[in-house]
């Protein structure tokens, strides 16, 4: 069986598993994540700790699957997720208004971004977006979005990139 799968998800204090017919929903002190039920997986709950098993041995990797995404619904309705972006170029610069992020990113016109539901975006300076919110997908995916607006380029390093992220620099063309 997937190791994976066989790793129990903890659920700290303040955090409710159900587990409806369709789907499995987790409620914690930062909101509610729900995932539809997969058919041949089996999710039970005992003194705190929830537990996976596959009815069918050509479902075990699925199962793995399953528990990570429930744990990380875990974790996010808990702590919650995060993804730094920082812009980096000359003028490259972030600001909010009001919801929505405006990025100039040495476009002829300002980029604005509107918040998706679920998601905050704060700019602590102004060449970092921090992306915050309870579901894992979503924050990455925004982040993507954000990052593909001008991804960095290979030369000066120029960009829209995740915090720690490193560029693999080019060497010029020789004349």
């Not at 977006?129 to 997908?137: A, H, I, N, S, Y």
């Amino acid at each position: 069986m997937s190791r994976v799968a066989k790793k129990p998800v903890n659920l700290p204090k303040g955090v409710e598993l159900n587990i409806q017919p369709e789907s499995v929903s987790v409620k914690g002190p930062k909101g509610t994540l729900s995932l539809a039920k997969v058919a041949g997986v089996e999710i039970t709950v005992d003194n705190g700790v929830a537990t996976l098993a596959a009815n069918d041995a050509s479902l075990v990797a699925l199962t793995g699957t399953v528990r990570a995404i429930l744990a990380n619904m875990v974790k996010g309705v808990t702590e919650g997720f995060e993804r730094k972006l920082e812009l980096v170029g000359v003028g490259y610069r972030a600001a909010m208004q009001g919801k929505d992020l405006n990025l100039s990113l040495g476009f002829s016109h300002p980029v604005l971004f509107v918040a998706p539901e679920g998601i905050t975006i704060s700019t602590p300076t102004q060449t970092e977006v921090l992306v915050q919110g309870t579901d894992k997908q979503r924050v990455g995916e925004v982040a993507a979005k954000i990052r593909g607006f001008r991804p960095p380029e290979p030369y000066k390093g120029k960009g829209v990139k995740y915090a720690g992220e490193v560029i693999i620099r080019k060497e010029a063309k020789k004349a």
